[in-house]
């Protein structure tokens, strides 16, 4: 039996990288999986969607189904619980997982990305777990897990490098984003609901990130895998402690805690892979 079978998770930002690898690491634990990205289509510049997601677990014998919305738009937040509950029952696990990043200078960051950044890394978590919470605390259990990033932490300086000068609107919500994991971790406790965030060391490459071409590289030389950053999820997000709540982990320092292997992600196979004490500090990423 898998670690999260008979449960129902949704995971948000699951078109490509961390997130549909994520809904396919809890898909081979047993659990069905919801997964939303802006749009169900293809997008212009980046390969994978939500399609390609669900056919994907769908193909592996697991069950799936797609929502498109919007999440810098809260009209379109407010139905996607509704959505997941309506197509596979009362939602155990919610990741939230996706992300508006905008690495630009300050004089030419405008007040509408700035926006946005908060409206997605902030807002829309904050919106969903509400809405998680009465089906959570019926059952007496579930878990939320916010996927954070390293620029949480303070810039180093000076002088000051050229990254850190532009992450100011994606840093700034990862750390909003941190701050409400601890909030809502000691007011749902009493609950049985764990809540959590994990963050990569460094960077993920994904096709996202790649596009972007901003990851330094120091931050590409500690870059940890889409199976590690789905392991070290399903870490938090499988078992039933009600006290393994309220941290702020990164990601294979988490494993290494654990002493959890990486498996891929139909995981039928340990993959091999740095331990986390070869890893380098995340403020150092």
């Known amino acids: 039996m898998g670690e999260l079978e008979g449960k129902v998770a949704l995971v948000t930002g699951a078109s490509r990288g961390i997130g549909a690898a994520i809904a396919r690491r809890f898909a081979a634990e047993g659990a069905a999986v919801a997964v939303t990205a802006r749009s169900l289509d293809s997008h212009p510049h980046l390969p994978g969607h939500l399609q390609e997601t669900v056919g994907a677990i769908e193909a592996a014998g697991g069950r799936a189904t797609a929502i498109a919305a919007d999440l810098a ?19 155990d696990v919610l990741v939230n997982n996706a992300a508006a990043a905008f690495y630009l200078p300050y004089e030419k960051t405008s007040s509408r990305r700035f926006r946005i950044a908060y409206e997605v890394n902030v807002h829309a978590p904050w919106e969903l777990a509400q809405r998680v919470y009465p089906g959570m605390r019926e059952k007496g259990a579930g878990s939320i897990l916010n996927i954070s990033s390293a620029t949480s932490i303070h810039p180093q300086g000076p002088p000051y490098n050229d990254f850190s000068t532009t992450a100011t609107p994606y840093g ?17 406790h009493r609950y049985g609901i764990r809540v959590n965030s994990m963050a990569p060391v460094g960077a993920v490459m994904t096709e996202g990130a790649l596009a972007l071409d901003v990851v330094p590289d120091s931050a590409r030389v500690r870059a940890e895998s889409l199976e590690a950053m789905a392991e070290a999820a399903l870490a938090l997000c499988a078992g039933d402690d009600p006290d393994f709540t309220g941290r702020i982990t990164y990601c294979t320092p988490l494993l290494e805690e654990l002493q959890r292997p990486v498996r891929t992600l139909d995981g039928q196979r340990t993959l091999d892979g740095p331990l986390a004490s070869q890893a380098p500090r995340p403020q150092d990423a």
Request: charged share 20%.
């Open 172 to 188: 700034s919500s990862k750390a909003a984003l941190e701050r409400m994991t601890t909030g809502l971790a000691a007011a749902l």
């Open 73 to 91: 738009d809260p009209k379109a937040v407010s139905g996607i619980v509704e959505q997941a509950v309506e197509a596979l029952g009362a939602i």
